[in-house]
């Protein structure tokens, strides 16, 4: 059983050889190289035709909704912004605040973000802000991006309200109290290190990698375009992290029909009707125009096809992954282990490889936390300190790494106009890093922290 699985991963990391050598040196489309190489992943791994496009169609037409809506929605707000001169005026006082670093400003803004119901969604919400932020030069918004996209990975890992770690936390049965206690400052030290971390890939390779300088658009609108710009972005990100407060088991919100409005107000239609509805009250004229105007349409909606169509294709690659069971067998594997006084290392290692092979964070992290909550006396966590350690090393795998399988590292890159080696040096490598100082971070609490 476990040969099999081995085999299998083996196809995939050959599959993901593949499919960076056919977008970067070859110069393949990304959604064309993942609609050939997932079905060819697949049929290697076992899948026959038919549930070749099942599996794949599912996984698509899943991700064309969430987080496929709230991509649209962005580039609306992107386009009404562009359209009112909204970003460049927002951008502008915004200077007073430029002196604290762009990256740290986006990555104080992730770490709140990374606490909502969806990191990609969150990201998404959140990209009409990075012109204001980053300011006029393409590599500063690159950088900003980047930050931001850290943050929102470690403070989805690792803040309580996030969630991976309700969901570790809950099966686990650790206190939560102990799980803000160690996991809120560790979220901040990671988003800390992704801000400074994001300087560095932004810097290199040619500048035909970087996006084209968009339109001004300042010849129009008032000041009222930035504010509503702000309320467009801000509004609703609180409504997804709304819908995750009310996602935790003790339901905080209420229950019954209560938590299903909670949860209906999260969802990508609301999102996409209040942050477009935002600025179309902001400035009506400039925003009915806008919507009014087939030509100008088609060229913002056309922008982000290329966009919605990989981060679903990506989807679909997701779902043939998890599918095949080699993700969590290979995770099982990794419970056998002896590492000692080391064993927080025992549920994080796990949580790694089942994200690395599968795509998707909770998914790991509820599948990790399943396997693990019989070992922990085994593994020396079954304390109360000891279980909330364990979540935590659950959240900080789960975030372990981001890369071709997860439409989360496709969004960001192709946000930002990075080709996919470039995003794996600068989002992949990241987390990865990320993932290492958590577990380093972990491994000294363990020793330090009151046991038994």
Request: overall charge neutral; hydrophobic content about 55%.
């Amino acid at each position: 059983m476990y040969g099999m699985h081995s085999a299998q991963a083996l196809v995939f990391f050959a599959s993901v050889g593949m499919l960076i050598l056919a977008t970067q040196w070859r110069h393949f489309h990304p959604f064309v190289a993942l609609v050939v190489i997932a079905p060819a992943f697949g049929a290697i791994a076992g899948y026959t035709t038919a549930q070749l496009g099942s599996n794949f169609g599912s996984g698509f037409s899943e991700k064309i909704y969430s987080p496929g809506l709230v991509i649209v929605a962005a580039a609306l707000v992107a386009g009404l912004a562009e359209t009112t001169g909204a970003s460049d005026r927002l951008m502008a006082k915004t200077e007073r605040w430029r002196w604290l670093g762009s990256n740290w400003i986006a990555g104080l803004l992730g770490l709140i973000a990374g606490i909502a119901a969806s990191p990609a969604s969150a990201f998404a919400l959140l990209t009409p802000l990075m012109r204001p932020i980053g300011g006029a030069s393409v590599r500063s918004r690159q950088a900003a991006s980047i930050a931001l996209a850290l943050a929102i990975s470690a403070s989805h890992g690792l803040a309580l309200l996030a969630p991976v770690p309700v969901a570790a936390a809950a099966i686990l049965g650790a206190d939560w109290g102990k799980v803000a206690l160690f996991g809120l400052p560790l979220a901040a030290l990671l988003a800390a290190f992704g801000a400074a971390f994001a300087q560095w890939p932004s810097g290199f390779k040619a500048a035909e990698d970087q996006p084209a300088e968009p339109p001004s658009g300042a010849g129009g609108g008032s000041g009222g375009s930035s504010v509503a710009l702000l309320l467009a972005t801000v509004i609703p990100l609180l409504m997804l992290i709304e819908q995750s407060l009310g996602d935790i088991p003790s339901e905080p919100l209420g229950g019954g029909t209560a938590r299903e409005l909670v949860l209906g107000i999260g969802r990508p239609l609301m999102l996409f009707l209040v942050s477009v509805g935002i600025m179309i009250i902001g400035q009506p004229r400039q925003g009915l125009g806008l919507l009014a105007d087939a030509a100008r349409m088609q060229r913002v909606l056309g922008n982000v096809a290329s966009l919605l169509l990989i981060v679903c294709a990506a989807g679909g690659l997701q779902r043939l992954c998890q599918l095949t069971g080699m993700a969590e067998m290979l995770g099982e594997r990794t419970l056998g282990g002896h590492f000692g006084a080391f064993g927080v290392l025992i549920p994080f290692l796990a949580a790694a490889a089942i994200k690395t092979l599968q795509g998707s964070s909770s998914v790991a992290a509820i599948a990790t936390a399943g396997m693990v909550e019989p070992v922990l006396s085994v593994i020396g966590l079954a304390d109360a300190n000891g279980r909330a350690l364990a979540a935590l090393a659950i959240g900080a795998g789960a975030m372990t790494v981001s890369h071709v399988n997860d439409e989360y590292f496709w969004l960001v890159t192709q946000s930002i106009g990075f080709r996919p080696l470039r995003g794996l040096a600068a989002i992949s490598l990241g987390m990865l890093l990320q993932g290492m100082i958590a577990a380093a971070a972990l491994l000294i609490l363990a020793v330090l922290v009151p046991r038994g």
